[in-house]
């Protein structure tokens, strides 16, 4: 038989062209093997891929078809569908919503401390110099993030650890990044820096259009993918009200002034090379969300069930057969007459006064009928081990652990405990060391340049100004919430063996509980004048307590150290004390 082909002129096609398609289907086959890692011997297909996860013969791999996606490319086309569904579990799941304030809580805390650290060798100063300023910025600082009428966010509901916290919701939450506007405030009292929240929504490419070589997804870059601004929309795309002429408005920010003061700040943890926006560390674990979410729903409906329909009637009737064996044919609606006097004469029979007995209730079924009862079968018993093993991915994946997410710590002990402890540690620690690099230090570095344009720092003659190397003034360490203990006091014997050994430092020690050092150093001195003012002594300096590590008592270490009467505020008494290990005198009562 021959298959004559048509050409549009309704003529057969040339042989010549014939030929060529039939080379050109031949080669599109070859090239669908080749993309599937496929090769043909003697017209018999087979894999060529020497890994079995990229072959395509393998079951589990034959409809899996992955894009071959940049990383910013697969988030455009992806992120606003992917931030709305996670918004959605943020708002309607609480595990989602759980997970997000646990990373908040752990990473933020109540807020930051600053610990200025400008660096001395390269600004000309000596080390007690740069001790002396630093405790003069963080002295502002402090004025600055804690003001309560808090003009350091140009929302003014916010003071700076408030604006943290919203921020470490954006980039650790649902959307993955968060951005931020410091403004100049001309009418604050004191600084004119603030900081102006801006949902990462209102990032966007102007009026929808595409991605292009030099915009991506809103931001402005240059050939190295560096970011030169960033385009807000201004009004945020789900702001349905009366007049709203912003919608489809777009204002361009630049990255920073020409003279390198910080305008955008942009926090964002990039998956891949060449990203310019954040994709969410909740994404890769959605699935396992919606299908724990909507397996609950199922087993509660299906309890609630059970416990509605308890039990069921049987009955003996059933008119069919019945009519049936009288071989009767009643016509259309014979049935439904019959089924409704049956239910008729049931109403009628249980509506009759039912035997009352003293706490209970005693019922009667038509003869023949038997009441069959319910069983129970939900939740079901792999309920709690089907949800546990999600929640447990969920945690893993957003870098908590199981009982944090939970709050279930009814499977811990010690060992376990510290041994998470420290692993999950690690990860807050370079969450929040990210976090502060392009959040915290932008902010800071646009407020310390304030702070030296208007005088408020007296430099020491020789120093390096502010301008000439902003990079050495603006070194800081952000203090944030504390490790915690769960052994008190085998942590804080530890944490003394440490300090005896000259393996850390009570500014490291400090700093793992959250608190701020020289903060503490003050206020001890304070106490300890205080006590004196009442001829009391302080509770640290008192002779006749065990020294640390559970060694000897304080005043038996060193019985040859005379403390000066202006000291002790104590005339007409000698008293003896030891030294603390960095030469601090512990005060105590003289032995009787």
């Known amino acids: 038989m021959t298959v004559e082909i048509y050409g549009p002129d309704n003529q057969p096609l040339p042989a010549g062209l014939r030929q060529a398609a039939r080379a050109k289907a031949a080669d599109n086959v070859a090239q669908q093997h080749r993309s599937r890692g496929m090769v043909s011997v003697s017209g018999a297909a087979i894999s060529r891929s020497a890994y079995q996860g990229a072959s395509y013969n393998h079951p589990s791999f034959a409809n899996w078809h992955a894009g071959g996606f940049s990383g910013q490319s697969a988030l455009s086309l992806s992120r606003s569908t992917l931030v709305d569904r996670l918004n959605d579990v943020a708002r309607n799941d609480g595990w ?34 740069a001790e002396e300023i630093a405790t003069q910025i963080e002295g502002l600082w402090r004025d600055y993030t804690q003001d309560v009428d808090m003009w350091c966010d140009a929302e003014r509901t916010k003071n700076m650890a408030g604006i943290l916290g919203l921020a470490a919701r954006n980039r650790f939450g ?172 049931q109403s009628a029979y249980y509506g009759t006064a039912p035997i009352n007995l003293p706490g209970v ?78 959040f915290m230090a932008p902010i800071y570095r646009a407020w310390l340049e304030e702070v030296f344009d208007k005088g408020l720092i007296d430099l020491p003659e020789g120093a390096v100004s502010f301008d000439a190397n902003p990079s050495a003034w603006c070194h800081a360490d952000w203090i944030g919430p504390g490790r915690g203990w769960i052994d008190p006091l085998r942590e804080a014997q530890a944490a003394g063996e440490r300090l005896d050994r000259k393996l850390t430092t009570l500014q490291q020690e400090s700093a793992e509980q959250g608190r701020d050092w020289k903060m503490d150093a003050d206020q001890l001195a304070r106490e300890a004048r205080y006590y004196r003012s009442l001829g009391l002594v302080h509770p640290s300096q008192q002779s006749d307590v065990i020294g640390h590590n559970g060694g000897p008592p304080l005043d038996d270490v060193d019985q040859d150290t005379e403390i000066e009467e202006s000291v002790n505020g104590r005339s007409g008494q000698s008293a003896r004390a030891s030294r603390h290990r960095l030469g601090i005198p512990q005060i105590g009562r003289q032995k009787r």
């Open 361 to 438: 209730r005693v019922n009667t079924l038509l003869p023949g009928e038997k009441a069959t009862l319910t069983k129970p079968e939900h939740p079901n018993a792999n309920f709690e081990v089907f949800v546990n093993a999600a929640l447990r991915k969920v945690a893993s994946a957003v870098g908590l652990t199981y009982e944090q997410l939970t709050m279930d710590w009814s499977q811990v002990n010690y060992s376990s405990a510290r041994a998470a402890l420290l692993e999950i540690w690690r990860g807050f620690t370079a969450k929040k060391g990210g976090f502060a690099a392009q």
């Open 96 to 129: 989602g919503a759980a997970g997000t304030t646990r990373l908040v809580d752990n990473i933020i805390g109540a807020g930051w401390k600053l610990a200025a650290r400008p660096n001395h060798t390269t600004l000309g100063l000596t080390f007690d110099q």
């Open 174 to 345: 649902p959307e993955g990044e968060a951005f931020g506007v410091i403004i100049w405030q001309d009418d604050a009292p004191l600084f004119q820096t603030a900081v102006h929240m801006i949902d990462p929504a209102r990032c966007s490419n102007p009026k929808g259009t595409l991605d292009s070589e030099f915009m991506r997804d809103g931001v402005a870059i240059d050939a190295y993918g560096a970011p030169q601004g960033y385009h807000f929309r201004r009004s945020h795309p789900g702001d349905i009200y009366a007049g709203n002429t912003n919608l489809w408005s777009w204002e361009y920010v630049e990255r920073s002034t020409e003279w390198g003061r910080p305008i955008v700040v942009h926090t964002f943890d990039p998956k891949r090379p060449g990203m310019t926006r954040g994709a969410s560390d909740w994404a890769p674990i959605m699935r396992s969300i919606k299908q724990s979410t909507d397996y609950e729903d199922f087993e509660s409906q299906a309890a609630m069930l059970n416990a509605i329909m308890a039990a069921f009637i049987e009955t003996p009737f059933d008119p069919e057969e019945m009519m049936n064996a009288l071989d009767a044919d009643g016509g259309d609606g014979t049935l439904a007459k019959i089924y409704g006097e049956i239910s008729a004469a």
